[in-house]
């Protein structure tokens, strides 16, 4: 019993001992490259201009990026909340057949071609038009047949000033209150329904035709927007849902906890089970973000979205059919409790086809976003390649080696502060 607990502590001491020394070791290490690119001779020294192509595909990139979320994630995808599946019948009517009168004889009296209780043959043809929506070229050409080439970023600057509002009230609040992330998740909320009005002229500006008015003299009185309240708090909650839920799945995964770890040669062998095990602990946050927003923030988001275009002022169509009648019933907005029923009738008005083309507007928008990045990423390397991929490399390994040394002081400058 003595000798197996002897046993156990000196063992234990070499372990760390054996980590005090990698880890001085590994430090050691991280310094000698964080001096490498200072060490190099002139040859690999690096000019500011050398990095401009590099820069100015990273910023196109990066605006095409932008343009395709804002065409396709909010213009597109507001169109298509809305649109309803438009049908035209037509009604063709087929005359009695014609017989000759015997000649000789005295004309009959002709009955009229519809005899009042006559039965007529009527044909009815349905055609039924594929949405706009259904594609993005034709959404595209719909919107700059409206307004231009312009039409692709319409209501860009009501989301400039909602989202600048939004950002300084939420801040600002949550700053004066001291909160924690729990306390800014619940300011976000606030300030979104706060700002609901402005997103909803936001929206009007994305779905409606234009108008020589101002965006705030076509906004509804405030009473007549109690319906916004509801739709307008479950969306802002169905937003922090897509953060705080993968967070948390990172957390309990053990994602988010510092590798120290990864100091020790233990942790450096090659272990295929830990790895395969990593791998899919990792993808858990993006399924879990995935999973978080076709349940939740899909359904919270086009819900809004249709109540805001219900609340259209008189006198504006949208741009794409839209069966307002079809989503609101028979519902009469002043009775008490009206706007929980509109909430839950906005949903189930859209239809399976319609989520459908939602989906596949999203993934769309994502296969187009990953193509960029790719394209732009084998630009960038090449650009690298030609500037001088091996000086570029002593220039990283030192930076990163610079950045992994503060990382290691300011997490032990916090151990000793505890």
């Known amino acids: 019993m003595t000798g197996h607990v002897v046993h156990h502590l000196v063992r234990r001491g070499v372990q760390q001992l054996h980590q005090h020394l990698t880890k001085e070791q590994f430090v050691e290490k991280l310094e000698q490259d964080a001096q490498a690119y200072e060490n190099a001779g002139p040859e690999f020294e690096m000019n500011r201009r050398e990095f401009l192509p590099v820069v100015i595909t990273a910023v196109v990139t990066a605006l095409l990026l932008w343009s395709i979320d804002y065409t396709i994630g909010q213009v597109m995808v507001s169109l298509a909340s809305i649109e309803s599946t438009s049908r035209t019948a037509v009604i063709e009517s087929k005359p009695p057949a014609y017989t000759e009168e015997p000649l000789g004889k005295e004309p009959l009296e002709k009955e009229p071609l519809i005899a009042e209780h006559a039965d007529v043959d009527v044909e009815i043809t349905v055609i039924e038009h594929k949405p706009i929506t259904s594609k993005i070229t034709t959404t595209i050409g719909h919107l700059q047949k409206i307004g231009g080439f312009r039409a692709r970023w319409r209501g860009l600057g009501l989301s400039v000033l909602y989202h600048f509002l939004h950002g300084m009230m939420a801040n600002l609040l949550a700053a004066f ?65 897509t953060i705080i839920l993968p967070v948390g799945v990172a957390f309990a995964l053990g994602l988010m906890t510092p590798p120290e770890a990864s100091m020790n040669d233990e942790a450096t062998r090659h272990n295929c089970h830990k790895m395969a095990l990593f ?65 839950v009738q906005a949903w189930r008005s859209f239809d399976r086809s319609s989520r459908l083309r939602l989906i596949k507007i999203y993934a769309k928008m994502v296969f187009a976003q990953f193509t960029i990045l790719f394209v732009a990423a084998h630009l960038m390397i090449a650009e690298v390649y030609v500037i001088g991929g091996e000086r570029l490399a002593v220039f990283m390994k030192s930076a990163t080696a610079q950045i992994k040394l503060m990382a290691i002081q300011a997490h032990e400058a916090k151990a000793e502060g505890n």
């Open 177 to 241: 209150l001291g909160l924690g992330l729990l306390g800014e998740s619940l300011t976000y909320i606030f300030v979104s329904v706060g700002l609901a009005r402005v997103h909803m002229a936001w929206t009007h500006k994305m779905i409606a035709y234009p108008s020589t008015k101002a965006w705030y003299h076509r906004l509804p009185a405030r009473k007549d927007c109690k319906a916004l309240l509801l739709p307008a708090f479950v969306y802002a909650v169905a937003q922090q849902a």
């Open 279 to 343: 791998g899919l602990r990792f993808l858990a946050v993006p399924l879990t973000y995935v999973m978080v927003g076709l349940a939740i923030l899909l359904p919270a988001s086009v819900t809004l979205t249709r109540i805001e275009a219900s609340l259209l002022p008189e006198g504006e169509e949208t741009i794409v059919p839209f069966d307002k009648e079809a989503m609101m019933g028979d519902l009469d907005m002043s009775v008490r409790g009206s706007s929980r029923a509109l909430f």
